[in-house]
């Protein structure tokens, strides 16, 4: 079967870094998204990986390793208004996006 | 980025009505667009995949009686909630693509919905 794995919770300082991490089994690979949302709100894009490696955009940087079925994303100089869940997301070989649980991310001051 | 319209963003409904729900593409072409559920603390679950000009294609569990997808244009697809229970209660959200489908997809704004 298909799978994402991502941690339930994570809790962080503002001001510091954390790191969310997922893997993934599915039939097929065409990329990986990590999406951001709010109570109450739809998710809002923050990233696309398709091919091995880090891509850095501003404070948020999202690596993704495809040997391995994993990636990262990666927040930077933490803000109370990224306190939200974090999904990740497969685009598996039939073009279909899989779903992770997501992460509730806490920001303590 | 694409914008996805979504409406109503809340509705409260008697249990036994119907509800539509809409989701417009604003500004690009959505030949296939995405109904999710997403109850409280859980992930989204993908309900049907909906097809402009063609029958939705529905995921194991999900009753096509009761949520009937129409997606008439390539702007427009709309899911109705036919006899609602307490138990349809969630938040609603659709996405669409552009068409390749190697691009992020675009959400609506969600719509929940509370059935009393």
């Known amino acids: 079967g298909q799978n994402i794995d991502q941690p339930t919770e994570m809790t962080a300082t503002e001001g510091a870094i954390v790191q969310i991490n997922c893997t993934y089994q599915t039939s097929g690979f065409n990329g990986l998204f990590w999406y951001q949302q709010h109570a109450g709100e739809a998710p809002t894009f923050l990233s696309y990986?398709?091919l091995d490696g880090l891509e850095e955009k501003g404070r948020f940087s999202s690596f993704l390793s495809r040997s391995k079925g994993y990636s990262y994303l990666l927040l930077k100089e933490l803000q109370m208004k990224d306190s939200a869940s974090y999904l990740c997301?497969?685009?598996?070989?039939?073009?279909?996006?899989?779903w992770g649980a997501g992460t509730k991310l806490i920001i303590k001051p | 980025g694409a914008v996805v319209s979504q409406h109503p963003s809340r509705v409260i409904c008697k249990s036994g009505t119907s509800v539509k729900i809409e989701c417009r593409s604003l500004?690009?072409?959505?030949?296939?667009m995405f109904w999710y559920r997403q109850f409280p603390k859980q992930s989204l679950m993908l309900m049907a995949t909906?097809?402009?000009?063609?029958?939705?294609?529905?995921e194991q569990g999900v009753e096509k009686d009761k949520f009937l997808i129409n997606h008439a244009s390539l702007t427009l697809s709309t899911l109705t909630v036919t006899s609602a229970h307490p138990e349809d209660s969630s938040f609603y959200i659709c996405?669409?693509?552009?068409?390749?489908?190697?691009?992020?997809?675009?959400f609506g704004q969600g719509t929940r919905l509370t059935v009393v």
């Open positions: 500004d690009f072409q959505a030949t296939t």
């Open positions: 997301a497969v685009l598996d070989s039939n073009y279909q996006l899989i």
């Open positions: 909906s097809n402009e000009g063609s029958k939705a294609t529905y």
């Open positions: 996405s669409a693509r552009h068409t390749g489908g190697h691009t992020e997809a675009f």
């Open positions: 990986n398709v």
